[in-house]
T-cell receptor, first 115, second 114 residues
Framework: GAVVSQHPSRVICKSGTSVKIECRSL??????MFWYRQFPKQSLMLMAT?????????EQGVEKDKFLINHASLTLSTLTVTSAHPEDSSFYIC???????????FGPGTRLTVT | AQSVTQLDSQVPVFEEAPVELRCNYS??????LFWYVQYPNQGLQLLLK??????LVKGINGFEAEFNKSQTSFHLRKPSVHISDTAEYFC????????????FGAGTTVTVRA
């Protein structure tokens, strides 16, 4: 399967600041990446689909101006949480989809804490 | 629309005992089915998948699952668990209805005791 990395693994920021999370596909070129959010003891919630070279597609209820996604290359997608608030504290996970098999491979996740 | 229901939120089990995690789905079209495992503070790891063909699917770490179309189920089994199998398990489905995005169940917490 694909190897996916995320950076940073853990970040603490102050309320009102912006935080960027990187997702890299290390051994596959990914035209499609996904960003998920996971609250404690809950399942994954899809936030958006990141498409290389085009605008991201956001799920209903996700603020696109707050969660900025950039997929500038076939191996890198970034999620920027703008003007972060404590309620944005969560575990953010990205994934890469291998189109030939329709399966997704996930990164290790980023724990964001907003103080 | 498609959805996934994991019938057990928590499953305690003794080491070396068998375990079964239940998953049911609903969809009006053909689906792909997946089981993922998540260890604490980590991402998800693919255990196994059903795309087509044989309904009995074998995955990593001794897990297997059986696709039952008539019962719309995809239950996960392991004949003998280890302490290291303690984790969260997610069943997921995808289909053309949702552009092959994954829809996840709520998850099942498996706790293996010595």
């Amino acid at each position: 399967g694909a190897v996916v990395s995320q950076h940073p693994s853990r970040v603490i920021c102050k309320s009102g600041t912006s935080v960027k999370i990187e997702c890299r596909s290390l051994d596959f070129q990914a035209t499609t990446m996904f960003w998920y959010r996971q609250f404690p003891k809950q399942s994954l919630m899809l936030m958006a689909t990141s498409n290389e070279g085009s605008k991201a597609t956001y799920e209903q209820g996700v603020e696109k101006d707050k969660f900025l996604i950039n997929h500038a290359s076939l191996t890198l997608s970034t999620l920027t949480v703008t003007s972060a608030h404590p309620e944005d504290s969560s575990f953010y996970i990205c994934s890469v989809r291998l189109l030939a098999f329709y399966e997704q491979y996930f990164g290790p996740g980023t724990r964001l804490t907003v103080t | 629309a498609q959805s996934v229901t994991q019938l057990d939120s928590q499953v305690p089990v003794f080491e070396e005992a068998p375990v079964e995690l239940r998953c049911n789905y609903s969809s009006s079209v053909s689906v792909y089915l997946f089981w993922y495992v998540q260890y604490p503070n980590q991402g998800l790891q693919l255990l196994l998948k059903y795309l087509s063909g044989s309904t009995l699917v074998k995955g990593i770490n001794g897990f297997e699952a059986e696709f039952n179309k008539s019962q719309t189920s995809f239950h996960l089994r392991k004949p003998s668990v280890h302490i290291s199998d303690t984790a969260e398990y997610f069943c997921a489905v995808s289909s053309i209805l949702n552009d092959y995005k994954l829809s996840f169940g709520a998850g099942t917490t498996v706790t293996v005791r010595a």
